[in-house]
């Protein structure tokens, strides 16, 4: 596509539930990375993937979350067990190789504003 | 990863230039600088990138002195619609991901 989708743009659940949040690279990116965004601060990385492998998931905060990217393009934000910090707006962003696109940048999708009541 | 310090808000009018100076005093030799704006409710947005002295492009002008410890984005005759954050990043190829500090929050006023 022409840019990063995410999906969907807001979802709110409710404490304890489960949540799935998708995120769909531009098209031929092999890199994939997400992040989580609070009111008034700067995004906080999670997750990145190099193809179908997660090549670095030092930033999820536990073992309630959670991502896939099965095909390499695709990829699924999941979390269990919400809680109401969880609530944050979670943003995708992919790049063409990963590894050498710092000069070129990376292009990130809108969020999804998730919310736990 | 080299941390960054930014002002935390800015205030300007419409055609003016915006300057929003960033330190890095920790830069590390393969590092660059990079600067991303985001408006509410959108990801952020790649604006430029720099190593050393002067990089200029369609949207904005990055200076950065001999010694790296510090960059100026320059914003030439802001509108409203450059009201946004704008976050200075510093690092490399190897670290693959961005370490976002907090951001310059840049409110353009009529």
């Known amino acids: 596509g022409a ?11 409710e404490k304890g539930k489960y ?92 969020g999804t504003r998730l919310t736990v009541v | 990863l080299a941390k960054t310090t930014q002002p935390i808000s800015m205030d ?20 660059y600088i990079t600067w991303y704006q985001q408006f509410p409710s959108q990801g952020p947005r790649f604006i430029i990138q720099g190593y050393k002295t002067k990089v200029t492009n369609e949207v904005a002008s990055l200076f950065i002195p001999a010694d790296r410890k510090s960059s100026t984005l320059s914003l030439p005759r802001v509108s409203l619609s450059d009201t946004a954050v704008y976050y200075c990043l510093v690092g490399n190829n190897a670290g693959n991901m961005l370490t976002f500090g907090g951001g310059t929050r840049l409110m353009v006023k009529p």
């Open chain 1, 3 to 13: 840019g990063v989708s995410q999906t969907p743009s807001n979802k709110v659940t």
């Open chain 1, 19 to 110: 949540v799935e949040l998708r995120c769909d690279p531009i098209s031929g990116h092999t890199a994939l990375y997400w992040y989580r965004q609070s009111l008034g601060q700067g995004p906080e990385f999670l997750i990145y993937f190099q193809g179908t492998g997660a090549a670095d998931d030092s930033g999820l905060p536990n073992d309630r979350f959670f991502a896939v990217r099965p095909e390499g393009s695709v990829s699924t934000l999941k979390i269990q067990r919400t809680e109401r910090g969880d609530s944050a707006v979670y943003l995708c962003a992919s790049s063409l190789t990963g590894d050498r696109d710092y000069t070129y940048g990376y292009t990130f999708g809108s």
């Open chain 2, 12 to 31: 300007s009018y419409e055609g003016q230039e915006v300057n929003i100076t960033c330190s890095h005093n920790n830069i590390a030799t393969n590092d």
